[in-house]
């Protein structure tokens, strides 16, 4: 059965602090990985998206890494900002099929 | 570029009556959309598929019925709760497709369906 698990579940850090996202999946075979940040109330949103030669990308403060030999990935972010708060998703698509095998995600909560 | 929008983006409603939201494509052609149930502290859970010009797929445990969907046109699908009732309460996302980002699903901002 394809699962994307992520750790922790929530985490409250300080702002200016940096913190890392952890995501274990079992999804086969792979097509590419996907992280969100869904804000309260709002629609998620891309922040970043590696396939399976990649090992990392990077948006900004957001830096994602992605090791396809043991199905892991992770989100760093550095020097966090109140903006962040939010639920972080990873999420796994499989080869040549347009469903999205969703995480349940981490509540990260950013305070001053 | 990109944009998808939902309409309402949010509606209470009375037990029994039926709500439609709408899922455009703002800026772009989607042949296929889909339509996401997020509860609280949970994760998406995809509802359906829906592509322009035919039925829709639905997800096992999906009740066709009750929650209908119409992708008429390239930029606009929509879903309409039938009969709602308080255990629909939920929020729903819809996303789409950019036939030149076929890895890619672009989401709405979502809706907050509250039914008392």
């Known amino acids: 059965k394809n699962q994307v698990e992520q750790s922790p579940q929530s985490l409250i850090i300080l702002e200016g602090k940096n913190c890392t996202l952890q995501c274990n999946y079992t999804v086969s075979p792979f097509s590419n990985l996907r992280w969100y940040k869904q804000d309260t109330g709002r629609g998620p949103v891309s922040l970043t998206i590696m396939t399976f030669s990649e090992n990392t990308k990077s948006n900004g403060r957001y830096t994602a890494t992605l090791d396809a030999d043991t199905k892991q990935s992770s989100l760093h972010i550095t020097a966090s900002q109140l903006s962040d708060s939010a639920s972080y998703i990873c999420?796994?698509?499989?080869?040549?099929?347009?469903?999205?095998?969703f995480g349940t995600g981490t509540r990260l909560t950013i305070i001053p | 570029g990109a944009v998808v929008s939902q309409h309402p983006s949010w509606v209470i409603c009375k037990s029994g009556t039926s709500v439609k939201i709408e899922c455009r494509s703002l800026?772009?052609?989607?042949?296929?959309m889909f339509w996401y149930r997020q509860f609280p502290k949970q994760s998406l859970m995809l509802m359906a598929t829906s592509n322009e010009g035919s039925k829709a797929t639905y997800e096992q445990g999906v009740e066709k019925d009750k929650f209908l969907i119409n992708h008429a046109s390239l930029t606009l699908s929509t879903l309409t709760v039938t009969s709602a009732h308080p255990e629909d309460s939920s929020f729903y996302i819809c996303s789409a497709k950019r036939d030149r980002d076929p890895n890619e699903q672009f989401f709405g901002p979502g809706t907050r369906l509250t039914v008392l």
């Open positions: 800026d772009f052609q989607a042949t296929t």
């Open positions: 999420v796994v698509s499989v080869h040549w099929h347009e469903k999205l095998t």
